[in-house]
């Protein structure tokens, strides 16, 4: 086998690999990679159809990571819903999603008594969920802030923080959360506050309503 044919085999194996992945944006980064290898490659050996099909993924592919990554920290992009905590869908989706959700929320046990609850939409596809609970005082505490696999890479639970006015309009001043180590960078950028100690847990000051 010469170098040309391991190059071959290389975008072949990327394109098979991209299809195993659940997160769109890794499917579509591996999947442009090994579209243009294997483009490069059948150009190489002369093998036109199988070129021009490759490049036309390829293009695709661009298209839609140029319009992912657009989209990623776009609010327009996603929806925020409140619905019960009792709720029949949101219990449906924790349902489906339980075994997932244990490995990055291992202490959830179920929405409590006295907590809101909010599905992060995308066109008519639920891609999170975030609860928190009152403690009293002016403080909610997240119990549970997941997303589904698809859309790991984007975080659109970010967008319940952004919308802050929806936590003030049930009373809350500030949330507070205990992330495991995965989760401790997403919950900097959404405007959480490490602590000084490591056993008391990260804040977010929520702003006054306009």
């Known amino acids: 086998m010469n170098w040309l044919e391991v190059i ?37 050996i002369g093998v036109w159809p199988f070129a021009a099909m490759n490049g036309a993924i390829a293009i695709i592919d661009v298209y839609w990571l140029a319009r992912l990554l657009r989209e990623r920290h776009d609010e327009a992009a996603y929806e925020v819903v409140e619905v019960r905590p009792d709720d029949a869908y949101l219990a449906r989706v924790l349902d489906v999603h339980a075994a997932d959700i244990a490995r990055f929320a291992p202490g959830y046990a179920g929405p409590r008594s006295g907590s809101v609850a909010f599905l992060v939409v995308r ?68 405007g959480f506050v490490a602590p000084a100690t490591p056993s008391t847990p990260w804040t977010h000051p929520l702003p006054p309503t306009p």
């Open 8 to 44: 071959g085999w290389i975008g072949s194996v990327l394109v098979v690999v991209s299809l195993m992945q659940a997160r769109v944006l890794r499917f579509r980064v591996l999947n442009l990679v090994g579209a243009v290898i294997a483009t490069g490659y059948n150009i190489a």
């Open 123 to 190: 066109g008519d596809e639920t891609v999170g969920v975030v609860q928190v609970h009152d403690e009293g005082a002016g403080t909610g505490r997240v119990q549970l802030d997941y997303v589904t696999p698809r859309f790991r890479d984007f975080t659109p639970g970010e967008f319940v923080y952004r919308r802050s006015g929806v936590f003030r309009e049930r009373g809350f001043e500030r949330l507070v959360v205990e992330p495991v180590p995965a989760n401790q960078d997403y919950f900097r950028r959404v």
